[in-house]
């Protein structure tokens, strides 16, 4: 590749997750067999905006993983990201139909959680790959803390949307073993409460904004 090419592509990637329909290689987890689902009028609405946190979640995912796939030392770290970062879209996929079932709408503020997320990613693996890995495995434990909450505090009729969460979960369970087992060191404690903070932060928009 010329110098260039690699960021052409990251910005293809950008505006495709962006702006264009999530496409999901695989097919959105059914809900449990039983009677179809019945929600009240704030349930549902109480379930798009935490759908809409969570599509936001799975936006900045695609960001961290572009960023850091960028700058990556390694082609197999490079791989192992990229790799991620398809699964990731299934759940942005996921996420945007379920929003579309329940009549809501993504965060306004995608663009900028995807802008602020790259910018993370790509700084985090000038470090080096060890350093990425770990921010990965941080990263994926802080996210299936952040789905336990949400599957909690879903409307217990939502099977549908609970499904797909728990789907999620596996997946970033995976995600977070893969990159400590690719050599992902410990973050420090600052910067595990600095992602904390930063979560929490996009986490009260998303469900308003």
Not at 189 to 204: F, I, Y
Request: charged share 20%.
């Amino acid at each position: 590749m010329t110098p260039l090419e690699p960021l052409i592509i990251a910005a293809d990637r950008a505006l495709r997750a962006v702006l264009a329909p999530a496409r999901a290689e695989r097919p959105l987890p059914p809900p449990p067999p039983g009677p179809a689902e019945t929600l009240t009028e704030s349930e549902r609405l109480h379930s798009a905006a935490l759908m809409r946190i969570n599509h936001a979640g799975e936006v900045a995912a695609q960001a961290l993983y572009h960023g850091q796939a960028l700058m990556a030392r390694s082609e197999t770290t490079r791989e192992l990201l990229l790799g991620a970062a398809r699964e990731e879209a299934d759940h942005l996929a996921w996420c945007e139909q379920r929003l579309r079932e329940l009549n809501g709408r993504p965060s306004l503020l995608n663009p900028l959680w995807y802008a602020g997320s790259f910018t993370l990613g790509a700084l985090t693996a000038a470090l080096g790959d060890r350093m990425s890995l770990g921010f990965v495995a941080e990263t994926e434990r802080q996210v299936e803390g952040h789905l336990n909450s949400h599957l909690e505090r879903l409307p217990a009729t939502d099977a549908r949307s609970r499904q797909i969460l728990e789907t999620m979960r596996q997946d970033e369970i995976e995600h977070g073993s893969e990159a400590l087992a690719a050599g992902g060191t410990e973050l420090p404690g600052p910067a595990k409460a600095a992602m904390r903070h930063t979560s929490r932060v996009m986490t009260l928009t998303s469900y308003w904004i």
